[in-house]
C-alpha cells in the first residue's frame, strides 16, 4: 500500500507539474494572443489616429486666409478640416395648395407649370416659345440602395430620366402657357438649349446635337447629328452640359463639369473637364476657353459687354465653409483652380505638392456665394419690367447643401451690377423653399429671363416651374 500510495502520490506530483506546465503554456499563448491582438488593434488605432492627426495638423498649420474678391469684399477662408464635414441631405416635402416661394415687397410668385419630371432648365426662343428640358441623375442599383441609406434619395428625383423638351406657349401673354406638347424625346441627359441659324442645338451629357429647325415648330422630327462628343457622365450632379452663343453666333460655349470631386480618381480622367470649351456652330474649332472650374454650369452674357459669367459649384468635404461657390466673369484663357487650389492659390491639401505652378496661376474669383449652395443656375436681367435696381443685374439659383451641418442655399439670390461690373453683395431675392431643419418644399436650380420682363424658376425637384413678375 505504501508502494501504492508513493506511486499514487508521485503521479499526483507528475499530474499537477502537467498541470501548471499546461496552465503556464496556456497562459504564455494566452498573453502572446492578447499580445498579437493588443498590437493589431494599436496599429490600426495608429493608423486611424494618423489620418485624423494629419487632418488635424492641416486644420491647425492652415491659415485662415481673407481674401479680397473683385467687389471689395472680404472673404474668410477657414483652414481645412477646421470643422468636420458631414452629410445633410434634405427631404423635399413639395407645395401645399396656395403656397409659393416669398419673393420681395412689389413682386408677385404665381406657378406657371407643374406636373413635370424633373424640370431643370429653361430656355426662350426667339419666337417666344417657352422649352423646358426634364432629366435628372440616372444612378445605377447600387447607387440607389447607398442613396436611400443615407436619405439622398429624399432630396432629388432619383427615377429614370424623362430625357426630353417640353414646350410651353403663352399665346395670350397672361403669364400662363395655354399650350404644353413634347418637342423632342429620346435625349441623354440633356441640359443646354440654343437656337441658332435655323438649328436647334440641344446639350446631351455626351455630346452636342444640331437639328434642322423652324420658327414655331410644336415637334422636332427631323433627324440631328452629333457635332462635337463630349465627356459623359461625371461626379453628382456633373453630367449637364450647358450651351451660350456669342453675340455675332460665331462661337458657342459649352460648359462641361469635372468627373468627380477633387481629381480622385486620377487627372488623366478629366480631359476637356472642369472647363468651358469653344467651338464653331459646325462643331469645329474646339478649344479650351478656360480652366480650372469645377463645375460652371450656368452662363450669360453680362449686358452692354461681350463678358461671359459663369456660376460654379465648389468642392466638397473640407469642412462646412469651404469651399465657397461662385459666380465669376471667365477670363479667356484663365484658370481657376481645380483640382490643385481653390478660390485664388489656395492649395487644397488632397492635391498637395502635385502643381505648384497652376497653384500660383490660379485666379481670385469675382462673387464668392456661400459653401456648398450648389449655386447652378444664372440669368442677367436685360428687361426693363422689374425696379431699376435689378436691372443689368445677376440672379443665381442656389440648389441648396447636403455637405454641410446647416443648409445653405435653397434660394435664388441677386447681384447688383453697375457698368458690366458687380456693385455688391448678393443679396436674397427668392426664398421660402426650406421648410425646416430637415425639409425643404423645393430647390430652385435653372433661371431665364423672359421677353415680357418676368422671369422663371425651375423648381425641380417639386416638378414645379415659378413665375416672379413685379407688380
Not at 75 to 87: G, R
Not at 163 to 172: A, E, F, G, P, V
Not at 263 to 287: M, Q, S, V, Y
Request: charged residues 20%; glycine residues 10%.
Amino acid at each position: 500500500m505504501a508502494i501504492n500510495r508513493v506511486h499514487t502520490y508521485k503521479h499526483g506530483i507528475s499530474a499537477v507539474k502537467l498541470l501548471i506546465q499546461l496552465t503556464m503554456k496556456v497562459k504564455l499563448i494566452g498573453l502572446l494572443g492578447w499580445s498579437l491582438i493588443t498590437l493589431l488593434a494599436a496599429c490600426e488605432n495608429k493608423e486611424k489616429g494618423n489620418t485624423k492627426s494629419e487632418k488635424e495638423a492641416i486644420a491647425d498649420t492652415a491659415r485662415t486666409d481673407t481674401v479680397a474678391t473683385a467687389i471689395n469684399q472680404e472673404v474668410t477662408l477657414p483652414a481645412p478640416y477646421a470643422s468636420e464635414s458631414v452629410k445633410k441631405f434634405s427631404n423635399v416635402i413639395g407645395w401645399t395648395q396656395g403656397k409659393t416661394p416669398v419673393a420681395p415687397v412689389g413682386f408677385t410668385v404665381t406657378k406657371f407649370a407643374d406636373g413635370l419630371r424633373n424640370p431643370r432648365w429653361i430656355y426662350q426662343a426667339p419666337n417666344g416659345d417657352i422649352f423646358v428640358v426634364e432629366s435628372n441623375t440616372e444612378p445605377d442599383l447600387k447607387e440607389k440602395a447607398a442613396a436611400k441609406l443615407s436619405g439622398k434619395a429624399k432630396s432629388q428625383n432619383l427615377n429614370k430620366s424623362a430625357n426630353r423638351i417640353t414646350l410651353l406657349r403663352d399665346t395670350n401673354h397672361d403669364g400662363k402657357p395655354e399650350q404644353q406638347t413634347v418637342f423632342m424625346g429620346g435625349l441623354n441627359q440633356p441640359l443646354g438649349m440654343l437656337v441658332l441659324n435655323n438649328f436647334f442645338y440641344v446639350a446631351n451629357t455626351d455630346g452636342l446635337m444640331q437639328y434642322p429647325y423652324q420658327s414655331g415648330q410644336t415637334r422636332l422630327t427631323a433627324p440631328g447629328k452629333k457635332i462635337l462628343e463630349l465627356p459623359a457622365g461625371g461626379y453628382n450632379n456633373h453630367w449637364t452640359r450647358n450651351i451660350v452663343a456669342n453675340a455675332d453666333s460665331s462661337k458657342i460655349y459649352i460648359s462641361v463639369g469635372s468627373g468627380s470631386n477633387v481629381a480622385e480618381h486620377g487627372i488623366e480622367h478629366e480631359k476637356r473637364r472642369a472647363a468651358i470649351l469653344e467651338i464653331n456652330p459646325d462643331g469645329t474649332g474646339e478649344r479650351i476657353f478656360a480652366s480650372g472650374l469645377r463645375n460652371p454650369v450656368g452662363m450669360d452674357w453680362a449686358p452692354g459687354s461681350n463678358t461671359l459669367w459663369t456660376a460654379v459649384n465648389e468642392r466638397d468635404e473640407l469642412g462646412d465653409d469651404l469651399v465657397p461657390d461662385y459666380a465669376t466673369a471667365v477670363q479667356e484663357g484663365g484658370f481657376y483652380g481645380w483640382p490643385y487650389a481653390y478660390f485664388g492659390p489656395n492649395e487644397d491639401p488632397r492635391r498637395k505638392g502635385e502643381r505648384p505652378d497652376l497653384v500660383k496661376k490660379t485666379l481670385i474669383p469675382d462673387v464668392p456665394l456661400g459653401s456648398h449652395t450648389a449655386s447652378l443656375g444664372l440669368a442677367f436681367y436685360d428687361q426693363k419690367a422689374f425696379p431699376e435696381k435689378y436691372r443689368n443685374g445677376a440672379f443665381i439659383g442656389q440648389h441648396g447643401s447636403w455637405n454641410r451641418s446647416r443648409f445653405s442655399g435653397y434660394k435664388v439670390v441677386f447681384i447688383p451690377f453697375r457698368n458690366g461690373r458687380p456693385a455688391g453683395k448678393p443679396e436674397d431675392f427668392l426664398t421660402g423653399f426650406i421648410a425646416n431643419e430637415a425639409d425643404v418644399h423645393g430647390r430652385p436650380v435653372g433661371i431665364t429671363v423672359l421677353q415680357d420682363g418676368s422671369m422663371l424658376v425651375a423648381d425641380d425637384a417639386s416638378n414645379t416651374i415659378w413665375r416672379v413678375s413685379a407688380k
